[in-house]
């Protein structure tokens, strides 16, 4: 096993510079004034601009290695450069939006797994009847509905609607005077955890307030493959002999779901898991753009439409360490619950 | 019970009340004033940054204007919120803000000086003071004004200040002139210090209290470009930009302070994240491409604010700013008019139509002598499947375009109804300088059927042709005008093709850039309300626009508009004025330069609790200055 991390540790700066050039060069197939769009992303900005001026100062006519040989150099340097698309230097912006999605993330890796294991053991135990009908249907509609439909109408009715009991954004503009204060310590950037950690029940109330509508989508979306994940898995289980056995020593039936079958069950759902809440924290643009949540998501999407270079290396560096480690982590579990997998 | 009906009690109860919610949550409620003494717009731009100097966006000077003052203003008019009329404003007049008196002729701060030259004299307003307690001095204003002159950015706005106070056009064009070579890295320490000594330095003085601006020549817009909400005239405290890391005013460090960054990296300037102004709200925190907040000068000059704060903040979604608005956390918002029936009628919200607007957004320009080598937009470049180079070259065919446009379904269709024709380029409602003796082009298929036959000698109508009209992906307006054009000239000849396709917003702008758009569609807002800001991105051989329409209009504007241009800006003669741009405009419509499409109206929505937002259309989203706002109802 150690032997095996070792060896996809060792890939790993190769796999991530691969991606990195291939990014890197994609972009300067573009001519030199697709690329100045970067800077110029309105007609606003041609004011008084002269393109060519432009396109030498900012070294848009070096050759490729040449660019990408300063890039590299002043990433070595731990320099990002400037972001663009968010008007802020790079490793600022990272650090501005990676909390943002990590905490979104956190707090919809729970209901996601289990309300997905809960709906899915529902399904199988009553199955083909009408809860199981109803429960799949339930999830199904949340893996058709578009996370910005989903989205905006819990926000209808519970913001806009009678209630506001869950807004927007990710504080209320007293917990953001609060959070901003210099009392308060910002451990995390993380709203909740931050809020924890300064004993401060009033801003996380109202951060959780906030949280709550954004996990509920990110969530019900998601269930559906949870739920027949589960679902199939628990119906294949229930069918095992010692399952039957369980049943014939007159265990109680929740007994012989919740302890016997459905931890046997689990193994896929876990795996599958594990992947989901990775790239939860990339960052999910929809659902950040309607909760009016800043995160990495909406940032990596402005950056692309803008071809804004520097953001965007960043941001695939981050998803190739991300994702490398994710298959990495699902491997090791792979093993782990399963004793027939190994790698050496 | 057992456990299979216990979840599935469990499980049908949740689905009950999640049902019910949506039904009680379809509901309506009493409005009530939230926050009411923090005003909270919601917008959807960015930022740049905080220095007033190198700020030359709309959503950098939404914060900028409210922090920072300039010595004089316009005069605005107070609208409540369940008025509808936009007050009284100009954009011609003024008012004094930190000049305590607004020089004219008639008081003698605007004279001639023997060599011909034009002074202007600002009297300092006393007992001002910075966020920070500094008192405003003279030379404050001074400074500000040379900053922004010796920082010029590449794209900045500096330009503004440059070319009347100092002749040039930016400072490295001024510098390598002085020294006599080509290049601005070919100059020396002592060639930059000289230049500053000789242009930059005597052209603002101080004198007791008085701050003098120096024109050699006659500069007509300068008090536009000097008037609040023209941040790069924005006054700041010399002491603190100094502490701050800035430039400490002298003639031999200036070129350290210049182009920070090198224009793209706004942190580069220490100014990037701070604030401090003599305005009416200071900056209490600003998260780029979030929010900025704002907290009541108590000790400013005039009365405090009514408002304690003011929250800025930026919501990129529509959806979610309309819930925003009719939930009552926010006051204001940016509506994009395609929705605008989502948010009439609703209660508590009142949406105020017909705001008068300064802009040409969009316009359709054509290329004259468009490129045709290696470009796909032209077909083979030759009539039949194609367009040759010079194919609106010939007047007709510019003419017939713009009678083959249906200008009131235009109106309907992507203005909602609010909307208005107008001539270009100079804006409707930029008074007393627009043409309105000028008949407008009209739709008439006739006519345009009749300038095709005769148009490159019958040649075009024999042959037909067939081009593409690109648009930028996501411009909804600028598709529907060219599904116009399209399906008009179509109509008139089945030879005639013209295609539309989208492209993203990069290569629309490379091909603009390379002349290869036979037609493209682009629009300018004011920097300052003066034809001059736009008959030259429109006119001039050099402009921003109409240096892409190719040789033949480059020719054309060397000819007959770059000497009106020049003509017009010599004279602070309102009447000589009116006429060269009078005379300007009934060129544009005789060569038939563009295709002047009817513009949006002014539009802003707010809760109907918001009272005195003021009205100037040079206010960008026509709200942005927060100052004499209340909220409450009457």
């Known amino acids: 096993m150690i032997s095996y991390i070792t060896r996809r540790m060792l890939v790993l700066p190769f796999v991530i510079l691969g991606v990195l050039l291939i990014v890197f060069g994609m972009i300067q197939f573009l001519s030199v004034n697709q690329r100045l769009s970067t800077y110029i992303s309105s007609p606003a900005e041609l004011k008084n601009t002269d393109l060519e001026v432009l396109a030498e100062e900012y070294g848009l006519n070096d050759p490729i290695w040449t660019r990408f040989g300063r ?94 009991w869950f807004p927007p954004g990710r504080l209320g503009f007293e917990a953001k005077q609060i959070v901003n204060s210099a009392q308060f310590v910002r451990y995390t950037h993380m709203n909740t955890i931050d809020a924890i950690l300064n004993g401060n029940w009033f801003v996380f109330v109202n951060a959780v307030r906030h949280i709550i509508l954004p996990a509920i989508v990110m969530s019900y979306v998601r269930w559906a493959m949870l739920l027949r994940i589960m679902r199939s898995s628990l119906l294949e289980t229930l069918r095992k002999d010692y399952v039957q056995t369980a049943r014939a020593k007159g265990q109680k039936e929740g007994v012989v779901i919740k302890k016997h079958a459905r931890r046997n069950a689990l193994i896929p759902v876990v795996t599958v898991a594990g992947i989901y809440i990775a790239f939860l924290i990339n960052g999910l643009v929809v659902t950040e753009t309607i909760f009016d949540w800043h995160g990495l998501g909406r940032w990596a999407v402005n950056a692309a439409q803008q071809f804004d270079t520097s953001s965007l290396m960043l941001f695939v560096l981050f998803n190739g360490v991300l994702l490398v480690f994710a298959n990495l982590a699902v491997d090791i579990m792979y093993a782990y619950l399963d004793p027939r997998v190994t790698y050496d | 019970m057992n456990y299979r009906w216990k979840n599935g009690l469990i499980f049908a109860l949740s689905l009950t009340l999640i049902v019910s919610l949506v039904v009680v949550g379809l509901g309506q409620d009493e409005p009530e004033i939230q926050n009411p003494n923090t005003l909270t717009a919601v917008a959807t731009g960015t930022a740049n940054t905080l220095d007033p100097s190198y700020a030359y966006d709309t959503a950098s000077g939404n914060i900028i204007t409210n922090v920072y003052e300039n010595l004089i203003r316009y005069p605005y008019g107070v609208v409540d919120g369940d008025e509808k009329k936009p007050g009284d404003y100009s954009v011609s007049k003024y008012e004094p803000m930190l000049a305590s008196k607004v020089p004219s002729q008639e008081n003698g701060l605007i004279r001639k000086t023997p060599d011909g030259g034009i002074i202007y004299e600002f009297p300092i307003r006393e007992g001002v003071t910075f966020h920070n307690g500094n008192e405003l001095t003279p030379e404050d204003v001074e400074y500000s004004l040379e900053r922004t002159m010796i920082q010029d950015r590449s794209g900045g706005p500096s330009w503004m200040l440059l070319e009347p106070l100092t002749g040039y056009g930016s400072i490295t064009s001024l510098v390598t002139t002085v020294a006599g070579v080509e290049e601005y890295s070919e100059t020396t320490s002592a060639d930059r210090t000289a230049a500053f000594k000789a242009f930059i330095d005597p052209a603002v003085e101080v004198k007791g209290q008085s701050v003098i601006l120096k024109l050699n020549d006659p500069y007509p817009p300068l008090m536009n470009i000097l008037a609040h909400s023209s941040y790069w005239s924005s006054v700041m405290d010399k002491q603190w930009v100094a502490e701050q890391g800035g430039w400490p005013g ?119 002598d468009v490129k045709t080598e290696n470009n796909e937009y032209v077909g083979s470049g030759s009539w039949g499947d194609g367009i040759p180079s010079n194919f609106f070259n010939d007047v007709k065919v510019r003419k017939a375009f713009n009678y083959a446009f249906q200008y009131d379904a235009f109106i309907e269709q992507v203005l909602q109804g609010y909307g208005y024709k107008t001539n270009g380029p100079v804006p409707k409602n930029m008074q007393p300088y627009y043409n309105d003796e000028l008949e407008m082009y009209s739709y008439d298929l006739d006519k345009a059927e009749e300038l095709l036959k005769e148009a490159h000698d019958g040649e075009l109508w024999a042959k037909g042709f067939e081009f593409t009209i690109l648009y930028n992906s996501g411009n909804e307006s600028r598709k529907t005008a060219a599904d116009i054009f399209e399906a008009n000239i179509e109509k008139l000849n089945d030879k005639f093709e013209i295609n539309v396709r989208s492209v993203d917003w990069s290569t629309y702008l490379d091909m603009m850039v390379q002349e290869k758009t036979p037609l493209f569609l682009i629009g300018w807002i004011a920097d300052f309300p003066d034809p001059h800001n736009f008959v030259t991105p429109f006119m001039a051989s050099d402009g921003t626009f109409s240096g892409w329409q190719g040789q033949g209009m480059k020719e054309l504007a060397t000819e007959k508009y770059d000497p009106l241009i020049e003509e017009a800006m010599a004279t602070v003669d309102e009447q000589e004025r009116k006429e060269i741009y009078y005379e300007l405009q009934r060129l544009a419509k005789e060569d038939a330069v563009d295709v002047w499409l009817p513009q949006a109206q002014g539009i802003r929505v707010m809760r109907n609790w918001v009272q005195n937002a003021p009205f100037n259309p040079m206010y960008s989203d026509s709200w942005s200055y927060v100052y004499p706002i209340s909220k409450g109802y009457e």
Do not use: C
Not at chain 1, 111 to 117: D, H, S, T
Not at chain 2, 260 to 272: I, R
Not at chain 2, 299 to 323: I, N
């Open chain 1, 71 to 164: 890039w590299i150099s002043d990433v070595v340097q731990f320099n990002f450069g400037w972001s663009e698309s968010a008007k802020m230097p790079t490793k600022k912006a990272f650090t501005t939006f990676f909390p943002v999605s990590l905490e979104l993330a956190i707090w919809s890796a729970l209901p996601i797994v289990l309300g997905g294991i809960w709906l899915g053991t529902l399904a199988a135990v009553n199955h083909n009847n009408v809860i199981d009908h109803i429960a799949r249907l339930f999830a199904i509609v949340g893996w058709s509905l578009p996370s910005f439909v989903a989205g905006l109408l819990l926000l209808m009715v519970f913001y806009g609607g009678v209630v506001s």
């Open chain 2, 250 to 368: 002298t003639a031999e460090t200036w070129p350290e302070y210049h182009n920070p960054g090198g224009g793209s990296a706004a942190e580069e300037s220490p100014l990037y994240d701070k604030a401090n102004g003599t305005g009416p709200f200071k900056l209490d925190r600003w998260e780029p491409g979030q929010e900025a907040v704002f907290s009541r000068y108590e000790d400013y000059w005039r009365e405090p604010a009514e408002l304690e704060s003011f929250v800025l903040q930026k919501t990129q979604e529509w959806g979610t700013r309309r819930l925003s608005l009719v939930n009552g956390e926010a006051d204001i918002v940016y509506m994009p008019l395609q929705y605008i029936d989502q948010v009439q009628g609703a209660k508590g919200v009142t949406v105020q139509t017909g705001l008068p607007t300064i802009q040409m957004n969009p316009a359709a320009f054509f290329t004259q």
